[in-house]
C-alpha cells in the first residue's frame, strides 16, 4: 500500500488550494509556490515559475506548529505529470523513513 493520489487531486485545485494529508507517520503537503527564475535588473522585472511544492515532516502536529527543521520538500514541475513525480517523491521519502 502506497500513497495513491489519482482522482484526489488535480493542477487546477493546486492552483486554489493546497493539499494535504498524512500516511503511517508522515504527515505531507502539496502547494503551488513560485521560484525566482531570474532575478531583477534595472530594466527587467525578476520572472517566476509556478512549481508543486512538496513537503513532508513527521506527525502528530500540522504544517502550521511544526518546527522548520523536522519538514523537508522539494519542488516539481507544475503540471499533471508533476503531481505523479511529487506523490512518486511522498513514497519513496516514506519508504527510506526520511520524514
Known amino acids: 500500500m502506497a500513497i495513491d493520489l489519482h482522482g484526489?487531486?488535480?493542477?487546477?485545485?493546486?492552483?486554489?488550494?493546497?493539499?494535504?494529508?498524512?500516511?503511517?507517520?508522515?504527515?505531507?503537503?502539496?502547494e503551488r509556490a513560485e521560484i525566482v527564475?531570474?532575478?531583477?535588473?534595472?530594466?527587467?522585472?525578476?520572472?517566476?515559475?509556478?512549481?508543486i511544492r512538496a513537503t513532508i515532516w513527521p506527525e502528530p502536529f500540522n504544517f502550521e506548529v511544526t518546527a522548520e527543521e523536522k519538514k523537508h520538500w522539494k519542488d516539481f514541475p507544475f503540471t499533471l505529470d508533476?503531481?505523479?513525480?511529487?506523490?512518486?517523491?511522498?513514497?519513496?521519502?516514506?519508504?527510506?523513513?526520511?520524514?
Not at 527564475?37 to 527587467?44: D, G, H, V
Not at 513525480?85 to 527510506?96: C, F, M, R, T
Request: aromatic content about 12%; charged content about 30%; hydrophobic content about 30%.
Open 8 to 30: 484526489d487531486i488535480s493542477v487546477a485545485y493546486l492552483k486554489k488550494s493546497r493539499f494535504t494529508g498524512s500516511y503511517r507517520g508522515m504527515r505531507y503537503q502539496l
Open 82 to 99: 508533476g503531481i505523479w513525480e511529487s506523490v512518486d517523491w511522498l513514497n519513496a521519502e516514506h519508504e527510506a523513513g526520511h520524514y
Open 37 to 51: 527564475r531570474k532575478e531583477a535588473t534595472e530594466t527587467e522585472p525578476e520572472e517566476k515559475t509556478p512549481v
